[in-house]
């Protein structure tokens, strides 16, 4: 079966973090990420995603994530990006 674009894309950045390989997000990844976090139950805040990384307001942090991958999806300086909300959403998933 085919993966979807998020999927492939997931398992890209999963790659990217052992190796340290810049990969590209397209719109179309960023609007599927964005797709994922709406309509999560949020967590309370605050909210750690990394150890000593805390998360005051949580929709907010979405929301600034999601317009820089929207304003330039493709950019090494989006990166971050990615991996915050991916990270949130590995945390914040299983707990739906």
Known sequence: MPQSGFTEFQNIVQMDELFAIFVH??????EDLANRLHGLQLPAAPFELYPGTIIADIEAF?????????????????????????????LVEPMQ
């Open 62 to 90: 979405i929301e600034a994530q999601l317009i820089m991958l929207r304003h330039n999806p493709e950019t090494k300086t989006s990166q971050p990006a990615a991996w915050r909300l991916l990270k949130f959403l590995e």
């Open 25 to 30: 997000m397209t719109a179309e990844q960023v």
